[in-house]
Each structure stands twice: as C-alpha cells, then as structure tokens.
C-alpha cells in the first residue's frame, strides 16, 4: 500500500530497471563528479529538462528529497545575492509542510508536526502562513491568501522564496488543495520579488494524476525538487531543476559556481535506475494505470465513510487518505494490517495509501477491504 514511502512506483524487482543497473555495474559504478561527468548523467539531465515544463532548464543532481530541498533553499539564497540583494535569505511557507529531516528542510516544516520546540536553538526562523484551505475542485477566494500576502508584503526584502508542496501536502497532514492558490502563489511571488519553489519529492512522477502536481495550475515553479519515484525507488537520487535565469544569475555572481558539491553526486548507478524508471514512464501506462487506481480507491475506500471512527475518505490520482477523529495507536494497529495480509502504515489520524502504479485491480480491492475492516475492528 505504501509503495515504500510514494517511491516503488513500477513495483518492486523490475525486470527492466534491474538488467539496467546489472550492466551499469560492469561499466562504472561511481565517479566523482567534480571537473568529470559521464553518459547516465548527462542523458538524465536531458530527460528531466525534456520531461518537465520548458522554463525548467537546468539539473543539480542531489543525494536524496531533504538534500534536494536544502539544494533548493541555497539556490535560492545565492540567486538573491548574485543579484545585488544578499538580504534575502529568509524562506515564507504554509503550515501542514513537509519537506524534509535536514536542517534547512526542517525549518521549513510544520512548526508542530516538524518539532521545531525540540530544535529551536539551531533551527532558522522562518515565515509561516496558514495551511492552504481551498479544496481541490474549489476557487482560491481573498481571504485564501490574505495573511500569506501581508508576511510576503512585510517581509519581502528578507525573503529568498516561498516553498510549498503543489496541491498535496503530504507527510504533514496528507491534504489536497485547489490549484488556483497556486496561480495566486506565481502572481504575489512575482508582484514581490521572491522566488518560487515547488516541492514535488512526494507528487511528481505521475502520483497525482499529472506528471508533476503543477501541471494542475498550469504553474511553473522557479526551482522545482523531485526524488522519491525518480529512481522507481531503487536508489537514494533527487534532482533540483531550476531555469536558465536562476542558473545563469549564480553562475555569473562570486563565486561563479554553485556551492554544494557532495561526494556521491550523480552517482551513475543512481542515475542509471532513474533513466530507466523514467523509460518506464515515458512508454505512457502510468496514465491508465494512475487513473484506474483513482477509480479503485474511490470505490473501494467509499465503504469507510459510513464508519463512526472515520472523520473523511479522500482521494486523488493514486493517493487515498482515511483520515480518524482520533490517533491510530500504532502496537495494535500495524499487526492486524499485516494479518489482513497488506502493508499499510499510519500516522497520527491518518490511515493512507499510495500504491506502486502496477498495482491489480484485484490487489487494490484487497487493501481497500483491509483498511475498511482494520478501521472498523479499532472503533
Ligand atoms: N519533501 C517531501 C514533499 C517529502 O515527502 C519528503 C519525504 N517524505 C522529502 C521532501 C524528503 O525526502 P527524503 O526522505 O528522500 O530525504
């Protein structure tokens, strides 16, 4: 059900993606990728600049989804001083964020949900507006955005960027909202000079329906951070994908690089799985396959609202969400998922699934059943 944390999107021990890797192997496992480059990397660059929207342009290859934020953040940070202005380097986010467990992504989670009191005298301070409210299929009214807008008004000379997860935020509360707030974002971003950042770790790659959540606004972030799927969930790879005025601007200021630089950047091996997951994706099935898989949780999580424990079902594209009045106590509840032979894992009130995009329609039934009967047995 879990799709091991939104990652194994083609199922796990792929025919296709294991040879691949097998004959990276003998090829070249790893090269440092300072002053060298090689084929995976050049050829996944090119694939996710041809994969994403045509102001994204530029590829940073980043060690994991936290990494790729961080690499976001400094992006961000380095553009803002290659232009004359190294003042912003605040970040303005919405409450229920996830982005992460490094200490620039942790500044920009849920102050709650992300525990920023046990980390409070390290962390960054940064600028938080409410949760998105609008639903999904609902307009972005004034007051959506109201407070939003007074901190980026306030504070503009100090922000670098407003970072948000596009329409799902995901591992801070598993909550959809409408795309027009996103449409809203691009213009006050723009009218304020900040940047945009978009976290697709968790949506892109087809999870929602679309092949990144954006494409539901018809928005382009000005740094967009993917992972997760990238690599089928083979290896740990992330990418920050940015346009050619961000990349041009850093490259042009002091120190005329941008600076991260770790060891294990575009491992090949890695970059090997993500060129032949996104193959695998580009052979188009994801659609029907995501579409079908809609249909099936609609259907098949219907009978959990009629539950007395259950607060409301939701879905969209191959996300299903339960969502309790009350925590799930995870020593009882994980076992009888497994004896319901399924592996689902729950936080706090939410019980939800994101399955690999091969998923049966028979399977899904079965972890639909079992979710409706495990939440049933725990009222
Ligand atoms: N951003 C989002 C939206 C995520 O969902 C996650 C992981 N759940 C991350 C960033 C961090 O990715 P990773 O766990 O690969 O560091």
Not at 100 to 120: E, I, K, R
Not at 229 to 240: F, K, S
């Amino acid at each position: 059900g879990m799709a091991s944390w939104w990652s194994v999107i083609h199922g796990y021990n792929h025919p296709i993606i294991n040879t691949a890797l097998k004959q990276q192997i003998d090829k070249m496992s790893h090269v440092m990728f300072g002053g060298l480059t090689h084929d995976p990397a050049i050829e996944l660059g090119q694939q996710l600049v041809a994969m994403t929207a045509p102001e994204l342009q530029a590829v940073f290859l980043a060690d994991s989804g936290s990494v790729s934020v961080e690499v976001a953040m400094k992006m961000a940070i380095q553009y803002w001083a290659s232009s004359g202005q190294p003042n912003k380097q605040r970040f303005l986010t919405v409450r229920n964020g996830y982005h992460g467990d490094t200490f620039g992504a942790m500044s920009v989670c849920d102050p709650v949900n992300g525990m920023h009191s046990l980390f409070s005298q390290t962390l960054a301070q940064q600028l938080f507006a409410p949760a998105p409210e609008p639903a999904f299929d609902a307009p972005c009214e004034a007051q959506h955005t109201e407070e939003l807008a007074r901190l980026l008004v306030e504070h503009r000379d100090s922000i670098a960027a407003i970072i948000i997860e596009p329409v799902v935020q995901g591992a801070g509360g598993m909550r959809f909202y409408s795309p027009a707030y996103l449409r809203e974002l691009r213009a006050l971003a723009d009218e304020n000079e900040v940047l945009l950042i978009f976290d697709e770790v968790a949506t892109g790659f087809g999870r929602t329906g679309k092949l990144f959540a954006y494409e539901h606004a018809d928005v382009v972030p000005d740094i967009l951070c993917l992972g997760k799927a990238l690599t089928g969930g083979y290896m740990t790879l992330a990418a920050t994908v940015t346009t050619e005025n961000v990349s041009r601007t850093i490259n042009q200021g002091e120190p005329g690089v941008f600076m991260h630089g770790p060891t294990f950047m575009g491992n090949p091996l890695a970059c090997t799985a993500a060129l032949s997951s996104l193959k695998l994706l580009q052979e188009g099935k994801w659609q029907s396959q995501v579409q079908a898989i809609e249909q099936g949780l609609k259907e098949g999580l219907a009978p959990c609202t009629r539950l007395a424990a259950v607060r409301q079902a939701r879905v969209l594209g191959a996300i299903g969400v339960v969502e309790l009045h009350k925590a799930v106590d995870m020593a009882t509840i994980q076992p009888r998922f497994v004896e319901a032979g399924v592996w689902v894992r729950p936080f706090g009130k939410l019980v939800y699934v994101m399955p690999p995009f091969v998923i049966s329609p028979s399977q899904l039934a079965h972890l639909c059943r079992a979710i409706t009967k495990v939440v049933a047995d725990i009222a």
